[in-house]
């Protein structure tokens, strides 16, 4: 039940795009014989969504004509002034603009359908697809390369990097209001204004028959990340979803301006890509909380631990837990996942200006990342005792491959060297060894803590107690 798919917002340079096609698309319409009638466009203006799951637009076919208003391809444009691509985008668009338009020496950068967007001339291009600006809009991989560059260069000139949010389960957790609960009745009578929602959490969106949580501390991450990182939205949800989604998250449209991306947008509907970020995949974190749409970004990833605070949150990945609606509670702000993640982006943030200022080699912050990643459990030794299936080769586990990204070494036998064994049973020989010799014996949820929460959690919070539940072996399914 994916509550979210498709949006009509552009990236930080939309305007500017536009402006462009407006420009060339004018001049290449007065190259052509004066009785050639003008092809017209069709709006292609999104239906409204759906009531159901995914609140999903059907695409709407667009015709083409040289002369594109630039309404029809920027759908919303304010604040575009305020993004860090502004500037630099404009200038690329304007070194863009001073070539010659004639279709015999045009290079063709890009194309609004089967029209380049310089000269008029009908051409194939291939390259990137903006459907987060129009669904037919597509530049070349070198003019694209060249915005990249440079956008990346001015943002890291001013000590930014690039940080891409996903929305539901990272930063805020939505249900359609037929799915609550009863248990969940006692939140209509704490439903903050959606005037007033910089300061509530508790939105009820009537006009799309739900309503939103928005995560604890979430105000304060995106204004503390903004100072160090440009932000896009990227989300699979539909249209309607992400831009109210956007607002509630950016009321007074400071952070995102007009980047925010959906699963339309992209080449593959049920893949994310970098291909519509304009900053250099050197320099940009991604924070979601599935890490398999991210199939060409793993290493950029920060793995978000959901946030499940509506009961069909819960139903929807299969758990047959309570939601925290459901306990009447809530994730800790200063020590919940945002709080966490945020100390982890300054961090890297740091070491990247400043640890790695003097460097003469090209700086990565995948590089930086896996450095901080790997010093969360750094020391530590780590043998598991019947937590793999007998046969099950160990290495290939995911809590083994999580333990070692996170910085320990781990082994298959106890020696002196072991700081930790991790198990379910206080009664394994193994289990029974830590005990007698001093050793920390830890549930499996000690690992998975860390790796959410980016620190060595103490091991007294997570004690192997011999009635202890056989599902708490189970590994998070967003990990495996």
């Given at each position: 039940m994916s509550l979210v798919a498709d949006s009509p917002v552009s990236s930080s340079g939309s305007d500017d795009f536009a402006e462009f096609l407006d420009g060339h698309l004018d001049a290449g319409s007065e190259n052509e014989d004066d009785g050639e009638a003008k092809r017209e466009v069709a709006s292609g203006s999104s239906s409204s969504s759906s009531s159901e799951e995914e609140f999903e637009d059907d695409d709407q076919p667009v015709s083409k004509r040289t002369k594109i208003p630039e309404?029809?391809?920027?759908?919303?444009?304010?604040?575009?002034?305020?993004?860090?691509?502004?500037?630099?985008?404009?200038?690329?668009?304007?070194?863009?603009?001073?070539?010659?338009?004639?279709?015999?020496?045009?290079?063709?950068?890009?194309?609004?359908?089967?029209?380049c967007v310089r000269c008029g001339a009908q051409v194939e291009v291939a390259g990137?697809?903006?459907?987060?600006?129009?669904?037919?809009?597509?530049?070349?991989?070198?003019?694209?390369?060249?915005?990249?560059?440079?956008?990346?260069?001015?943002?890291?000139?001013?000590?930014?990097?690039?940080?891409?949010?996903?929305?539901?389960?990272?930063?805020?957790?939505?249900?359609?209001?037929?799915?609550?609960?009863?248990?969940?009745?006692?939140?209509?009578?704490?439903?903050?204004?959606?005037?007033?929602?910089?300061?509530?959490?508790?939105?009820?969106?009537?006009?799309?028959?739900?309503?939103?949580?928005?995560r604890p501390y979430v105000h304060t991450f995106l204004k503390e990340a903004s100072q160090m990182f440009e932000m896009y939205i990227y989300t699979m949800g539909d249209k309607a979803y992400a831009l109210e989604m956007a607002k509630l998250l950016d009321p007074r449209n400071e952070y995102f301006h007009t980047k925010v991306i959906s699963r339309n947008d992209g080449a593959q509907r049920h893949q994310k890509s970098l291909d519509m970020v304009l900053g250099d995949e050197s320099a940009v974190l991604i924070l979601d909380d599935t890490e398999h749409v991210w199939p060409s970004h793993r290493d950029n990833l920060?793995?978000?631990?959901?946030?499940?605070?509506?009961?069909?949150?819960?139903?929807?990945?299969?758990?047959?837990?309570?939601?925290?609606?459901?306990?009447?509670?809530?994730?800790?702000?200063?020590?919940?996942?945002?709080?966490?993640?945020?100390?982890?982006?300054?961090?890297?943030?740091?070491?990247?200006?400043?640890?790695?200022?003097?460097?003469?080699?090209?700086?990565?912050?995948?590089?930086?990342?896996?450095?901080?990643?790997?010093?969360?459990?750094?020391?530590?030794?780590?043998?598991?005792?019947?937590?793999?299936?007998?046969?099950?080769?160990?290495e290939s586990h995911p809590l083994?491959?999580?333990?070692?990204?996170?910085?320990?070494?781990?082994?298959?036998?106890?020696?002196?060297?072991v700081t930790h064994v991790v198990a379910m049973d206080p009664g394994t020989k193994k289990s029974r060894w830590a005990l007698e010799n001093d050793k920390f014996l830890v549930l499996p949820r000690w690992i998975d803590g860390a790796n959410y929460l980016w620190q060595r959690l103490p091991e007294g919070n997570f004690p192997v107690k011999s009635n202890e539940p056989k599902a708490e072996a189970k590994v998070k399914d967003s990990v495996v």
């Open positions: 309404a029809e391809i920027v759908q919303n444009g304010d604040g575009l002034e305020g993004s860090a691509s502004h500037v630099i985008v404009k200038q690329n668009l304007e070194t863009s603009s001073s070539a010659s338009v004639s279709k015999n020496e045009c290079a063709h950068p890009g194309s609004f359908g089967k029209l990137v697809s903006f459907g987060n600006i129009h669904k037919e809009i597509l530049f070349g991989n070198a003019e694209v390369a060249r915005w990249r560059d440079t956008d990346t260069k001015s943002v890291l000139c001013r000590r930014k990097l690039y940080l891409v949010l996903d929305l539901d389960h990272t930063l805020l957790n939505s249900t359609h209001l037929k799915h609550m609960v009863p248990e969940e009745d006692y939140l209509n009578n704490q439903i903050d204004s959606i005037q007033d929602c910089q300061n509530g959490s508790l939105i009820r969106l009537s006009f799309m028959n739900m309503m939103t949580k928005l920060i793995l978000m631990e959901r946030y499940h605070f509506f009961a069909s949150s819960c139903q929807q990945f299969g758990f047959g837990c309570h939601s925290l609606s459901q306990l009447k509670s809530d994730e800790s702000e200063p020590e919940g996942a945002l709080a966490a993640v945020l100390s982890v982006l300054r961090r890297v943030h740091h070491i990247f200006f400043n640890e790695l200022a003097g460097q003469t080699g090209r700086r990565d912050v995948r590089q930086v990342l896996n450095t901080v990643r790997k010093d969360v459990l750094k020391g530590c030794r780590i043998v598991f005792s019947r937590v793999f299936p007998s046969k099950f080769p160990a083994w491959k999580m333990a070692m990204n996170l910085g320990a070494t781990c082994a298959t036998e106890v020696d002196p060297t």
